[in-house]
């Protein structure tokens, strides 16, 4: 018989990143309010996490952040101006932001990596499992990842991680996972993690991305995690340990992901996923693809 574990109620976004790939744009305007389109890259992973059921969301800031509790909460001198000109359009746009969630801030005082930042969250998860979604991936909501993760830990308890198979010169750019086969064909058994390995010597493909559903146990863990590669407190090193003694906190699974994904943390992709998010709304699409169309024709004219 399978057994029930708690239901996950709550997310965490670390949002303390200082965002210098994207100087200076970023000099004073988090890049996690970079628009994307015409959204804040926040925004979509606030909606992804409510998406899933997940409406206590606890974001990890540190100085310089105010624009992000700004934009998640009510602006009553804008939403005053837009309903005396009636543009309820815009109104509407302006407060789904407010409503989203309820919302929770925390600084991360020292930024110390993502392990000290999801520890961070502690006092408020308390003893239960929760989400650990990250602003650099955005998942495509036709993609419904948090959820299948959800779903994995609720059945088999222990935390859940998410996978996604890239090429071997890449794996070096992402955590890597050593897993076994289940009778599910997205679903595997984490063995054992590093973090950033040598393409010789990663154990296999799979490359962590940034959803985690995690046990408490993980904070136990973190308090005594001495600093890893690049002298920060990797959240890879304790999961590792997770994964190497399942009476600590449970099994570590992952989820295979093959959908979609856009990578807003690098410069290229983020323009790569504009410009792939823009061709697929339909108030923008078919001119933008239009535009698209005849500009890469004259590019290959010229060239």
Known sequence: MTQSHPRISKAVIPAAGLGTRFLPATKATPKEMLPVVDKPAIQYVVEEAVSAGLDDVLMITGRNKRPLEDHFDRNYELESALEKKGDAERLS???????????HYVRQGDPRGLGHAVLCAAPHVGHEPFAVLL?????????????????????????VIALMEVAPEQIHLYGCAAVEATAEGDVVKVTGLVEKPDPADAPSSYAIIGRYVLDPHIFGILRTTEPGRGGEIQLTDALQQLAQDEKVGGPVHGVVF?????????????LRAIVRLACEREDLGPDFRAWLRSYVAEEMQQS
């Open 93 to 103: 746009k302006v407060q789904e932001s407010s409503d989203l969630a309820t919302m």
């Open 135 to 159: 602003g650099d991936d955005l998942i495509d909501p036709r993609d419904p990842l948090l959820q299948r993760m959800i779903e994995i830990q609720e059945r088999h308890g222990g935390s």
């Open 258 to 270: 093959k959908g979609r994904r856009y990578d807003t943390g690098d410069r290229g992709d983020y």
